[in-house]
């Protein structure tokens, strides 16, 4: 019975392994991963100085906020985060994980639904499903978006134009501006030069914040 077990632990992470080198994961993949490891990327215990960062760049480049929303909102530690530091009370988020999703729900009260980013990024005519914030985050889940994912946002030159016209889908989906958030030393570079053909600017370094002004 112990065997079986750890060798299904195993597969579960085998599996989201494998995914996310080569493509993506699916939301099963997802679901199976966070059931069996709640805080799988351990944000509660790896410091709060992205959230800081996060909240300071909206703090300093945006202004009032009076509602923030989240594209992978996972359990919703970081938009609660930032909400609570920003004192924002009406909050909205979206994930491909259900479990992620109800996770989110428990944590924080606020407007909550599955959703494949990769639906706007096949149709960026198309909305996102929840309310229209001030502020949208868009942190760390890029590489699970577009035909190959994590290798579409390492190589800038890679689905070049539907990348851009996904980065103006996302524009019109806030009332002020999309954070941009990747720090990983692969992607940050290549997303944030995209973010600026898109119209936007760096805010800050250390964890990849670029800032997206809202289509008006
Ligand atoms: C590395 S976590 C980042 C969570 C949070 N945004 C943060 O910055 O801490 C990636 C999140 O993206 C979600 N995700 C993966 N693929 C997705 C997709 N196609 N559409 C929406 N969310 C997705 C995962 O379920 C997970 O919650």
């Known amino acids: 019975m112990a065997n079986a077990s750890l060798l299904n632990v195993a597969l579960t992470r085998a599996s989201y392994a494998v995914s996310t080198a080569l493509a993506k994961p699916s939301a099963a993949i997802l679901d199976n991963l966070f059931a069996a490891y709640p805080d799988y990327y351990r944000m509660r215990i790896n410091g709060d100085e992205r959230m800081a960062a996060i909240a300071d760049a909206i703090r300093s480049e945006v202004g009032t906020c009076d509602s923030l929303g989240d594209v992978s909102v996972y359990e919703g530690y970081v938009l609660g985060w930032v909400a609570r530091e920003l004192g924002v009370e009406t909050v909205s988020g979206c994930d491909l994980s259900g479990v992620a999703?109800?996770?989110?729900?428990?944590?924080?009260?606020?407007?909550?639904?599955?959703?494949?980013?990769?639906?706007?990024?096949?149709?960026?005519?198309?909305?996102?499903?929840?309310?229209?914030?001030?502020?949208?985050?868009?942190?760390?889940?890029?590489?699970?978006?577009?035909?190959?994912?994590?290798?579409?946002?390492?190589?800038?030159?890679?689905?070049?134009?539907?990348?851009?016209?996904?980065?103006?889908?996302?524009?019109?989906?806030?009332?002020?501006?999309?954070?941009?958030?990747?720090?990983?030393?692969?992607?940050?570079?290549?997303?944030?030069?995209?973010?600026?053909?898109?119209?936007?600017?760096?805010?800050?370094?250390?964890?990849?914040?670029?800032?997206?002004?809202?289509?008006?």
């Open 101 to 216: 999703v109800e996770r989110a729900r428990a944590y924080l009260p606020g407007t909550y639904t599955t959703f494949d980013l990769n639906d706007l990024y096949k149709d960026p005519t198309s909305n996102l499903p929840i309310p229209k914030p001030d502020v949208l985050l868009v942190c760390e889940c890029l590489y699970y978006i577009g035909p190959l994912a994590n290798l579409t946002w390492r190589q800038t030159w890679l689905f070049r134009e539907a990348k851009l016209a996904f980065l103006q889908a996302l524009r019109r989906q806030a009332n002020k501006a999309i954070i941009v958030q990747h720090f990983g030393k692969g992607q940050k570079e290549s997303i944030g030069e995209l973010v600026v053909a898109a119209g936007g600017h760096k805010v800050e370094d250390r964890w990849g914040i670029w800032l997206l002004p809202a289509a008006t």
